[in-house]
């Protein structure tokens, strides 16, 4: 497992009509500050890597669909992969910090969505990306 890397269970109540998905309180384990919150769409079998943020602390919640996340650290000269897959039937919010390498996959034949509660607003020039054959790492979903 990464260090600071936190996967936090949460809450779907069921009521009529439709479900009630919780995301984040200020007192959450993973709570840094609020900067801005955005849902980004992801194609089946795609792959989105590899980026690292210098300053923002993600909070990534999966409301539709199932996506794949794939941290890497290499701080320090560790080079640790940890994978991780959320969905509504795995309904968790994955804290990344500063400086982790990640990369998602969909894994929903219909598409997913993700929202990211970022703790600072988007901001170019702190976001680190590279080359998905950069960063060693089979896609090939198992």
Known sequence: MIEDILVNP???IETPGGN???GMKDIDNGFNGFGEAYFSNIFFKYIKAWKRHNKMTLNII?????????LYDDRD?????QEIILSTQNFKRLTI???IWFGFQGL???GSILLNIANIKHNPNEVERVDPDKINFNWKIK
């Open 62 to 70: 999966v409301p539709k669909g199932k996506i794949r996340f794939v």
């Open 108 to 110: 929903d034949p219909s």
């Open 10 to 12: 949460l809450k779907i």
């Open 97 to 99: 910090p500063p400086m």
């Open 20 to 22: 009630v998905m919780h």
């Open 77 to 81: 000269g560790k080079k640790i992969f």
